[in-house]
């Protein structure tokens, strides 16, 4: 007999304790990674070719391969957006909604292309669209092992297993327990094994851990402290930022210099997006200044204004 069979376990030890409130993506497909939730799209979609910017993350590629869609290249201007895309009828656009900063044009997109794949992987708290595709990757903004969000109205007929990750939180309980940085090779042990999971649906220890967190509150630190941040270093940024109503992921600031390593020094940790443009081609300009000269600074729930000033101070110390 299956011990599921057995009914609910009543006593024993206790489990690791969350808060079970609600999750906020509550009407979507809850699968293990983003990657896999636009790999959902396209086999469901099964378009004959989609266009895919330059400035994007690497691993969305392995969803490409794995569901056999051609892809090609496009190029974003001086505000994130795209420059020329003519997609035909069988084809579509997936577009990155970046910084969590790109709500107004994600909504203008909508309107011009019927095929649009919204990649809000760094925009986890913009609703979706009506009738667009749209998936969200949540670790880009809590502290939980993998995960992703979609909706789509195209079910694909394929059984889904569960995923299990307990075995991926290792570096986010060092962090707490001793350092970031000594959590830092189990961090990407963690994200390297999610690079060839199958599809599966979020594992049971992810959801219960999203359903802990305190969104609404998440939402107005992220909104306060990126406007602080802009209003500081607004004036050095080369980016072309123009607020709305979004609650962003990081601060993007675009500068002539590269100060990931000072910044280190200090302890301040600035993602480069993405490590594959560093090197730039004729195709590629404006794409790998991005990957070399643009700070991601954070701008999360875990800081405060003083934080905040350490971030500017030394910004203004290098820049
Ligand atoms: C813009 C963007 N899209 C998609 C992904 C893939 O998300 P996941 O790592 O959850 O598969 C990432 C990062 O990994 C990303 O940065």
Not at 160 to 178: F, G, N, P, Q, V
Not at 182 to 198: C, Q, R
Request: glycine share 4%.
């Amino acid at each position: 007999m299956k011990l599921s069979e057995v009914g609910k376990p009543i006593g024993g030890y206790f489990e690791l304790e969350i808060n079970k409130n609600s999750e906020y993506h509550k009407n979507s497909i809850r699968l293990n990674t983003g990657r896999n939730c636009l790999e959902y799209i396209l086999r469901a979609r099964k378009y004959k070719r989609v266009f895919v910017p330059y400035y994007t993350c690497e691993v969305i590629f392995e969803s490409f391969k794995r569901s056999n869609t051609e892809f090609e290249f496009y190029n974003i201007n001086e505000y994130l957006e795209p420059i020329k895309i003519n997609p035909k009828k069988n084809e579509a656009v997936l577009y990155t909604n970046y910084f969590g900063i790109k709500s107004l044009c994600v909504k203008k997109l909508s309107r011009i292309y019927d095929n649009l794949i919204i990649d809000n992987s760094q925009a986890f708290f913009d609703r979706p669209l009506n009738g667009v595709d749209t998936f969200y990757s949540p670790r880009k903004f809590f502290g939980v092992p993998d995960g992703g969000y979609l909706y789509t109205d195209k079910i694909i007929d394929m059984k889904l297993l569960t995923d299990i990750s307990y075995s991926r939180i290792l570096h986010l309980a060092k962090r707490i327990d001793i350092s970031p940085e000594s959590g830092y090779n189990d961090f990407k042990t963690s994200e390297n094994s999610l690079d060839k999971l199958p599809i599966k649906y979020m594992s049971l220890l992810t959801r219960r851990m999203l359903s802990g967190v305190d969104y609404e509150m998440i939402k107005n630190i992220r909104y306060s402290n990126f406007i602080y941040l802009h209003n500081e270093l607004g004036e050095l940024n080369q980016l072309n930022i123009s607020i709305g109503k979004f609650t962003p992921m990081s601060y993007p600031l675009l500068i002539t210099k590269n100060l990931h390593e000072k910044l280190i020094k200090n302890r301040i940790f600035v993602p480069i997006y993405w490590p594959n443009l560093l090197k730039s081609s004729s195709k590629t300009k404006f794409e790998s200044k991005l990957a070399n000269n643009l700070h991601a600074l954070p701008i999360d729930q875990r800081y405060n204004k003083s934080d905040l000033d350490k971030i500017i101070f030394f910004i203004r110390k290098y820049a």
